[in-house]
């Protein structure tokens, strides 16, 4: 990146209502088949010009290409029976109805590949593609297969590799593994969380960002926020083994986190995607707010390793809320750019 502090954003962007519910997380498609692939890549162009016209230097599809970022990409693989229900506890946080590994897991074809090379021909700006991780996709099923879950993250881990190599030939510059489960399984994190992850990216030459997470706005977890206490120092567990990793930039929320910045002294030398843009809430940040925030992260991270981003991903937000949020985080972005220059 030879551009300064070059935003982006964490993950998704809202959906248009006619392609899903609005303001809805995990909304349901409202279009099938061939209608259904057409819109989302309506869906996936409009995102790119949110992204553009707020002066998002590093774009995305704004996820306008999945439902779930964790199920639809287990939709395309073999060995995950969907019909097969199981009531799980997801993040150990909340109850959900997950589908069943039933058989050896594989990836039968690329799940993304056509989407990136959709938006890939779409612009010259770097594009960055979010996956889900392995530990996040081990939590998010239920295993009547493998039995063991860090046997499935290996697995997963192997299948999210191929997944990549495709995703890099599709021309995808910064490809970046979703993973909120790292904010809670600390002993897997460190005993076989990150060591998944490196294999997933083994043999890439793109680069690779790993999002940590407080999660989406949404009421579970809101209500396991309040339980943390005043400072959340959760990525205390997980940084100092990301740091010692292959994986080039660490995505984190900073603003209105309580997560005391510090922190991030245990990531020193990595690129740091921070979350300057709180999306737990309808407000709109100010410039100046967002430049406060990454003045303050600049004290532990190099000025040329700093990527202004959003807290997580903004799907449930209102659209004209989400695509001022990205304007605010442009303009703080630039506000501390011109601080730099003087
Ligand atoms: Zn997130």
């Known amino acids: ?10 993950g998704s962007l809202p959906k248009p209502s006619w392609l899903a519910e609005p ?12 209608e259904l692939a057409e819109a989302r890549r309506d869906a996936l162009r409009l995102a790119l010009d949110e992204q553009r016209r707020a002066s998002i230097d590093i774009v995305s599809d704004g996820e306008q290409t999945r439902q779930h ?10 060995g995950v029976d969907f019909a097969r229900r199981a009531q799980v506890r997801i993040r150990d946080r909340y109850e959900a109805s997950v589908p069943t590994v039933v058989g050896a897991v594989a990836r039968p074809a690329p799940v993304f590949a056509r989407d990136a ?13 979010a996956l889900p991780g392995p530990m996040t996709m081990v939590d998010t099923l239920h295993d009547a297969h493998y039995r063991s879950r860090e046997k499935l993250a290996w697995e997963f881990a192997a299948i999210l590799n191929q997944e990549a190599r495709d995703l890099e030939a599709a021309g995808v510059d910064i490809i970046q593994f979703d993973e909120p489960a790292f904010n809670v399984f600390f002993d897997e994190v460190n005993d076989w969380g990150v060591a998944a992850l490196e294999r997933a ?14 999660g989406y706005g949404i009421k579970a977890n809101t209500d396991w926020k ?19 990793s292959r994986l080039d930039i660490v995505s984190l929320e900073c603003h209105n986190a309580h997560v005391p910045i510090d922190l991030l002294e245990l990531v020193r030398g990595k690129k740091v995607m921070v979350g300057a843009i709180d999306v737990a809430s309808h407000t709109i940040e100010t410039p100046e707010e967002v430049a406060r925030t990454l003045r303050a992260a600049l004290r532990f991270v190099d000025a040329d390793k700093l990527y202004p981003s959003t807290n997580c991903g903004m799907a449930p937000l209102p659209r004209h809320v989400a695509r001022a949020k990205l304007a605010a985080l442009a303009a703080g972005a630039a506000i501390v750019r011109s601080e730099l220059a003087d």
């Not at 909304?27 to 061939?34: N, V």
């Not at 970022?69 to 073999?78: A, R």
């Not at 400072?231 to 990301?242: A, M």
């Open 201 to 214: 990216i083994e043999g890439l030459s793109c680069e690779t960002a790993v999002h940590i997470c407080y």
């Open 69 to 78: 970022f964790v199920t639809t990409f287990l939709e395309h693989l073999s």
């Open 226 to 244: 309040q339980t943390l206490g005043r400072e959340w120092r959760q990525y205390e567990e997980s940084f100092p083994r990301l740091q010692a």
């Open 117 to 129: 090379r959709y938006l890939r021909a779409l612009t010259d700006q770097p594009i960055k593609w």
């Open 23 to 34: 303001e809805t997380l995990w909304s349901p498609w409202k279009l099938e088949g061939d």
């Open 1 to 10: 990146m030879t551009r300064l502090l070059p935003t982006s954003t964490a």
